[in-house]
């Protein structure tokens, strides 16, 4: 039972356009958002975090969405840059941290 | 500061037999998490201890165990090795249990069964 789904492989974008990757969640009991990337052989690093209770929240370059009612989040990456070129992964948590599949993002110059 | 440091880098192991994999968390670091990443799974959650006693634990069988020492080091063990359990097992440092967002994470190793 995949809890947390990026339905998304892949996503391609230019350089200094906007990125969305996006993540459906089926568990109403989760109460915190997060998204990680991840370059090849290194392991994910923490890029931003939303709790339930707020439906926005912005860092830098990066703004992660939440919709509540549609079990929906989103980052978006604004303007994307190459160096954005990674895996993403969302995640969310209860009492432990549940993963998606991740979203490949290639930045193209 | 250090990172977190898993060993080995790379293994490759014959079905059958068991493995151990190491985890050296961030200094001051109390708490280790290990997740399990296949191709198209994400990460998996297998458990997370702190002050050496495992506090949650994921749905992988008792082939999967863990430990944690009094230098909050971790080991994690998995016996009787089957091809599915070919994966990247990574492991996750933090000042406390469930601090998500200060998850520092290792690069992993990557465990082969033949």
């Known amino acids: 039972d995949q809890q947390v789904k990026q339905n998304s492989p892949s996503l391609s974008v230019q350089e200094g356009r906007i990125s969305i990757l996006n993540c459906d969640y089926t568990n109403s009991m989760f109460d915190y958002f997060l998204w990680y990337k991840k370059y090849p052989a290194e392991g994910p690093t923490f890029l931003i975090s939303i709790s339930s209770i707020k439906d926005k929240n912005e860092d830098g370059r990066f703004t992660v969405f939440l919709n509540k009612s549609a079990k929906h989040l989103s980052l978006h990456i604004v303007p994307s840059q190459p160096g954005d070129s990674a895996v993403y992964f969302c995640?969310?948590?209860?009492?432990?941290?549940?993963f998606g599949e991740g979203t490949q993002l290639t930045v193209n110059p | 500061k250090a990172g977190v440091t898993q060993t080995p880098r790379y293994l490759i192991k014959t079905r059958g037999q068991q493995v151990t994999l190491s985890c050296s968390p961030i200094?001051?670091?109390?708490?280790v998490s290990w997740y399990q990443q296949t191709p198209g799974q994400g990460l998996q959650f297998l458990f997370e201890?702190?002050?050496?006693?495992?506090?949650n634990k994921g749905n992988f069988p008792g082939r999967f165990s863990g430990r944690q020492f009094s230098n909050s080091r971790s080991e994690m063990n998995v016996s009787t090795l089957e091809l599915g359990d070919s994966a990247l097992y990574l492991c996750?440092?933090?000042?406390?249990?469930?601090?998500?967002?200060?998850?520092?994470f290792g690069s992993g190793t990557r465990l082969t069964v033949v």
């Open positions: 995640a969310a948590s209860v009492s432990r941290l549940t």
């Open positions: 201890y702190f002050s050496e006693t495992q506090r």
């Open positions: 996750a440092s933090s000042l406390a249990m469930r601090s998500f967002d200060g998850y520092t």
């Open positions: 200094s001051g670091h109390r708490s």
